[in-house]
């Protein structure tokens, strides 16, 4: 099969009431025999191979051709599911549904036959007929004819560019929309009736990001429209269909009540699947092994953009906090994944959606734009996307294209980064005529390695700084103590030796950006920490005095830290570093006036509402309607402790407002009765208009050391239900991995009971990642344990 020159051309005729389609599909190519297609619909009714009957096997996901040939003519017909949010599944609105699709990874096959693979690109054409003329239908590109005949509406589509199966997008329903010509193209926000209006705030930062995207990738934006569609019920967060980018409602559209931290949040998603309308959509990896390469270049280009139209809002701050530090602690696992992986069969891609292929490519794209400079960096990507346009390209095609402007061994660099799971932790210690610096693998169970990171290693002392590549297992500097990455952007941990550390502790008023240092210190420290390289006191007194800067990373980074801990025990001893914390903390980003203090507010009153019941008495004494959606969060978190539950479950039975639902569900997720907390968990499982949100009260619920006896029997009782909805998308193993590391603590014989019953091979990475958490959570326990002794 030639991949140059596949057209698709594609007929349905789509019964809605009924969910169920007729496909009538020709693909033109050059194609020999056996030809195999992959296709998971209902029935091939009939194939023709040019314009002759052809034989052919339908069976486990393949359809086999025996024939040579230059165009496939195939009927089919197929339903619309129900339950699975992948391939084309039905979504539950206000007033009815819609009929949508989510491709990637391997949904295409669900939807038609195709030759469902990134590298196989193809041209569509695509006709589509409903049989209620009140019905729209969205796909990648416009509609350049509509019209009704014999009470069915028919709708052509302009013929897309060449693109990949995974990027299709169809939807079917009564939409509402907001659109405006800018630039020559029609952009839209597209929700279900009555919500359009709350899409304002997305259009306006959609053409904001456009301008930026534009300008930095020298290359317009390739197709007339571009769509932003809020989907109900949505497995991913957003999705970037060619044209047709599909999000959860939470992530799209701005209402009064949401937080600003959410309107960031939207502008981040946006950004996101708008900077892989080039990089992904117009240059596709040419195999999922090169997945992260699509997700690490959007998640660092997608914050870098929403920082250049929002300079004040700290968006390079929280990209340190969410996805290097995140992903960071990922990777300090013995069971983590190089960034680039091979994947062999369609059922491993799901797993690898983690924040190794968002956050730590993200973080080691960052630390090379760094070291090449931000301008050479941009004219290697222009390179790159110009060369590829309309095709296919590997991780090693970027490389050289960098490689080709900059005149900097980007390659050999990359290489180790790349090929190799984990990072290097380098090591400071002081010998009679300098310093010592030595590299190693860094992980929690100090697994033994030889293995050696080219390191872009930046150092300052003072005014004084100084760049230079460390590429030895160790070096001897001349220089006394000084600190190193400190603009934090390099991706691996510094272990200082201790006098110099106190001292650097000592000092009186750090900069801001010291501030930020000091924060990746902590975050250092809590790993060696968790590694068993320091004492658990020895960090409390690190954290104690870390924690009195009033810095942005530092506080956000404090409370993930704590968040963990308190999953992980509820020693006494933690409870009395925290609550004082929390309480100083909410004082000082309630008195500021930098707008992102709010994002801190949110964050900081959650917990508070969680620990203490003066706080919650306080906030519920204020009238809800008269708060800041900031304190929407934490006072439902009041109402759920102070055991007013219903009301929470009539804003969840409601749904009418997708982030009032959330913060409804997490809140539940804090009680402290596990079987009132199942028992509406059950209620929140029937409904099917929930079945996208049902993750956030599981995963929730695994964190809460309450219900680590009785989450296992629920989730043991509706493991099969899980599958069926979420299947094919990374959530059943991000939710076996959190099952195992919180729930799994003094539960071992449940954990392996588990084990011995559920396929482990869809999971995989969960359950190692889950196993390896737990031994780490258990000896944290032991050593909070051994504080009081
Ligand atoms: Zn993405």
């Known amino acids: 099969m030639t991949q140059e020159s596949l057209i698709y051309e594609l007929e349905f005729d789509f019964f809605f009431k009924d969910l169920k389609y007729f496909g009538r599909e020709k693909i033109k190519g050059d194609f020999k025999a056996p030809i195999k297609l992959d296709s998971k619909v209902d029935k091939i009714n009939k194939i023709l191979v040019d314009n002759k009957e052809a034989d052919f096997k339908y069976e486990n996901g393949e359809l086999t051709i025996n024939k040579d040939g230059k165009e496939i003519y195939i009927e089919f017909e197929n339903k619309v599911s129900e339950i699975s949010l992948m391939g084309i599944y039905k979504s539950i609105t206000k007033d009815g549904y819609i009929i949508t699709t989510q491709m990637e990874p391997t949904g295409a096959r669900s939807f038609i036959p195709c030759f469902d693979v990134p590298s196989a690109k193809g041209v569509f054409k695509v006709n589509v007929t409903v049989d209620d ?19 069915r509406k028919i709708f052509k589509f302009r013929e897309t560019p060449k693109m990949s199966t995974y990027l299709l997008y169809l939807g079917i329903g009564k939409f509402e929309r907001i659109s405006e010509e800018y630039n020559g193209k029609v952009l839209s926000v597209i929700a279900e009736p009555g919500k359009s209006k709350y899409g304002r705030f997305a259009l306006d930062i959609l053409k904001e990001l456009l301008d930026q995207y534009e300008k930095y990738y020298e290359i317009k934006y390739p197709l007339n429209k571009l769509d932003l569609i809020s989907i109900n019920q949505f497995a991913a967060g957003a999705m970037e269909n060619w044209g047709a980018i599909t999000f959860r409602e939470s992530l799209l559209l701005k209402t009064e ?25 117009l240059v596709t990896m040419k195999w999922w092994d090169d997945l992260w390469l699509n997700e690490s270049f959007a998640t660092f280009m997608g914050d870098k953009m929403v920082s250049m139209i929002k300079p004040d809002w700290k968006v390079d701050e929280e990209f340190i906090n969410e996805s290097l530090f995140s992903s960071m602690e990922l990777d300090s696992l013995t069971t983590t994944h190089p960034i680039s992986v ?12 983690d924040s190794i292929s968002y956050g730590k490519g993200g973080s080691i794209l960052r630390m090379i734009e760094d070291y090449m400079g931000k301008e050479e960096f941009r004219k290697g990507i222009v390179n790159y996307l110009k060369k590829y346009s309309y095709s296919n390209a590997e991780a090693q095609d970027l490389w050289n294209s960098l490689q080709e402007v900059s005149g900097k061994k980007i390659s050999e660099i990359m290489k180790n980064w790349i090929s190799k799971g984990g990072h290097p932790v380098v090591e400071i210690t002081k010998i009679p005529d300098g310093l010592k610096l030595t590299q190693s693998r860094f992980t929690y169970l100090n697994k033994e390695d030889d293995y050696i990171w080219k390191i872009p290693l930046k150092v300052s002392k003072g005014r004084t700084q100084l760049e230079f590549m460390f590429e030895e297992k160790k070096m001897i500097s001349l220089m006394d103590f000084y ?8 991706y691996y941990r510094v272990s200082y030796e201790d006098d110099s550390l106190d001292r650097f502790l000592n000092k009186k008023k750090p900069s801001y950006q010291e501030g930020i240092w000091l924060a990746k210190v902590l975050d250092d420290y809590y790993a060696f920490t968790l590694a068993k390289r320091i004492d658990i006191e020895r960090f409390i007194d690190i954290m104690n005095r870390i924690s009195k800067l009033n810095n942005y990373v530092i506080i956000m980074r404090l409370l993930d830290i704590h968040g963990d801990l308190l999953s992980v025990t509820d020693d006494s001893y933690l409870q009395e570093i925290v609550l004082p914390y929390t309480e100083s903390i909410l004082s000082q980003v309630e008195g500021g006036n930098d707008k992102n203090l709010k994002v801190l507010k949110e964050r900081v009153a959650t917990r508070l509402a969680q620990l203490s019941k003066d706080y919650r008495k306080y906030l519920l004494g204020k009238k809800l309607e008269s708060l800041e959606p900031e304190y929407r969060l934490p006072y439902f978190v009041a109402i759920a402790k102070e055991g007013k539950y219903e009301e929470l479950m009539d804003i969840i039975r409601k749904h009418t407002d997708e982030q009032d639902t959330v913060r409804a569900i997490q809140a539940l997720t804090t009680i402290e009765e596990p079987k ?4 509406y968990l059950d209620e929140i499982k029937e409904r099917k208009d929930l079945r996208a949100n049902l993750i956030y009260a599981i995963m929730g619920a695994t964190r809460n050391p309450k219900f680590r006896t009785d989450i296992w029997d629920w989730i043991d009782r509706n493991y099969e239900w899980l599958r069926e909805i979420y299947s094919g998308s990374g959530y059943m193993s991000f939710m076996v991995e959190s099952l195992i590391s919180y729930s799994g603590i003094g539960n071992n014989q449940r954990v392996n009971d588990f084990l011995s019953k559920i396929n ?23 050593e909070f344990k051994k504080i009081h002794n």
């Open 342 to 353: 091979k994947v062999n069969n369609p059922d491993e891609i799901a797993e690898i959606f």
């Open 676 to 679: 009132i907390f199942l028992n």
């Open 257 to 281: 009540n949401t937080s600003f931290n959410m309107e960031k949040t939207i502008a981040k998603v946006i950004s996101h699947e708008l900077a892989h309308q080039w990089f992904g959509d």
């Open 760 to 782: 482990r091979s869809e999971v995989k990475r969960g359950v190692d990642n889950g196993l390896e958490w737990l031994k780490i959570h258990e000896n944290l326990v032991e």
């Open 133 to 151: 003329p009140s019905l729209d239908v969205i796909f990648n590109t416009d509609a350049i004819e509509q019209r009704v005949e014999n009470g």
């Open 483 to 490: 600190i190193v990455d400190p603009n934090v952007r390099g």
